[in-house]
């Protein structure tokens, strides 16, 4: 069954940045988009961006377009997010999903909680 | 961006009885390719968000046929025929029409 893992929490200072990976099981990685969706605590769903793990070509939303890096590697099936700057209100729960065959998040990770705080 | 919208934003319901969410988004969401890309998500407390409906209408492999979306163009509407106790949660449209992807706001289903 599909599957994907993602790292740990994190603790950060303003400023620095951040890398998330998130591995993927039970499907062939390089057939589906790998979607990152940010959630800050209480608050909605954002989406972040994509990357085509078979390409490796990402698309970013315009508002993290300058601090985010989607990557994939493909021989250990796994894709990561990393946001640098790191500001206080990049405080949120940050998850990956695997694309259904229409394209929409359809298996989520767990999520990772990075705190940013001085 | 295309703004998506949603009404009400908090639903009081009774169990066994239908709900429905309302959604709009700012600019029609047909595809170039002729689909419309709409979907709908379900998020409990502490866990990730489910994917309930994609392209408006196909429900996602596992989703209760209690659920179903309709809609066209700008307005879309997700129903729940009958609902349970394990339907308590927020909802959330989302468009994978046009880039950047984007949420409605959230509504959030607890029992009355």
């Known amino acids: 069954q599909v599957h994907l893992v993602q790292s740990g929490a994190e603790v950060k200072k303003p400023g620095a940045s951040v890398k998330v990976s998130c591995k993927a099981s039970?499907?062939?990685?390089?057939?589906?988009?790998i979607h990152w969706v940010r959630q800050a605590p209480g608050q909605g769903l954002e989406w972040m961006g994509w990357?085509?793990?078979?390409?490796?070509?990402?698309i970013y939303a315009q508002k993290f377009q300058d601090r985010v890096t989607l990557t994939r590697d493909t021989s250990i099936t796994t894709a990561y997010m990393e946001l640098s700057s790191l500001r206080s209100d990049d405080t949120a729960v940050y998850y990956c999903?695997?694309?259904?065959?229409?394209?929409?998040?359809?298996?989520w990770g767990q999520g990772t909680l990075v705190t940013v705080s001085s | 961006d295309v703004v998506m919208t949603q009404s009400p934003l908090s639903l009081p319901v009774t169990l066994g009885q239908p709900a429905s969410i309302s959604c709009r988004s700012s600019?029609?969401?047909?595809?170039?390719?002729?689909?419309?890309?709409l979907s709908w998500f379900q998020q409990r407390p502490g866990q990730p968000p489910r994917l309930l409906i994609y392209?408006?209408?196909d429900r996602f492999s596992g989703v209760p046929d209690r659920f179903s979306g309709s809609g066209a163009g700008t307005d879309f509407t997700l129903k729940i025929s009958r609902v349970e106790p394990e339907d308590v949660g927020v909802y959330y449209c989302?468009?994978?029409?046009?880039?950047?992807?984007?949420f409605g706001p959230g509504t959030k289903v607890d029992i009355k």
């Open positions: 999903a695997r694309s259904a065959s229409s394209g929409a998040p359809a298996y």
């Open positions: 039970g499907y062939s990685f390089t057939g589906y988009y």
């Open positions: 990357i085509n793990p078979s390409s490796g070509g990402p």
């Open positions: 600019q029609s969401l047909v595809h170039s390719d002729g689909n419309t890309y």
């Open positions: 392209k408006i209408s």
């Open positions: 989302m468009q994978d029409t046009q880039f950047p992807f984007t």
